[in-house]
């Protein structure tokens, strides 16, 4: 791997939150982990939709930050839980932001009337991941 040089961006800030990772793609869930963890940044992945709300129902102040895939191969969509998220987390300024390798969900307007605070297209950037960590976490 190779290194930059540079300092962590985020120096010795502590933040408060998890990131929550929801992706069925099991190395974007081990890469996105990884870069957040590199920085100190707390993460949790999971591979589906439910068992990210489970987690949101029992402790919804835990999350700073949710990255939701917006395709899942059994037809579910990401867009359709957003919603949820923010439901459940209502409050605490999480942020759920999509997350899609599809270039043509960029194109189809506005996430927000869907729940969603953003939408990234992967690969996503460490640089760019801990920027949103910062953010909202």
């Given amino acids: 791997m190779l290194q930059s040089g540079l300092e962590s961006s985020l120096d010795t800030k502590v933040l408060g939150k ?8 099991e190395w974007t869930r081990f890469s996105v982990q990884k870069h957040l963890k590199e920085e100190n940044i707390a993460a949790r992945a999971v ?28 037809g579910e969509c990401g867009l359709d839980y957003a919603r949820d998220f923010k439901k459940l987390t209502a409050g605490s300024d999480c942020g759920v932001v ?17 729940g969603m605070d ?4 992967k690969p996503l950037h460490k640089w760019l991941l801990v ?5 909202y976490c």
């Avoid at 589906?48 to 899942?72: H, S, V």
Wanted: proline share 6%.
């Fill in 98 to 114: 999509g997350i899609t390798s599809h270039m043509a969900f960029l194109e189809k307007g506005d996430w927000t009337k869907f």
């Fill in 131 to 135: 920027s949103y960590a910062q953010r």
């Fill in 47 to 74: 591979p589906w939709p439910d068992e990210a709300l489970t987690l949101c129902a029992r402790n919804p102040e835990a999350f700073g930050l949710i990255l939701l895939d917006i395709r899942f191969p059994n």
């Fill in 118 to 121: 953003d939408l990234l297209l």
């Fill in 18 to 25: 998890t990131v929550l990772i929801v992706d069925d793609d």
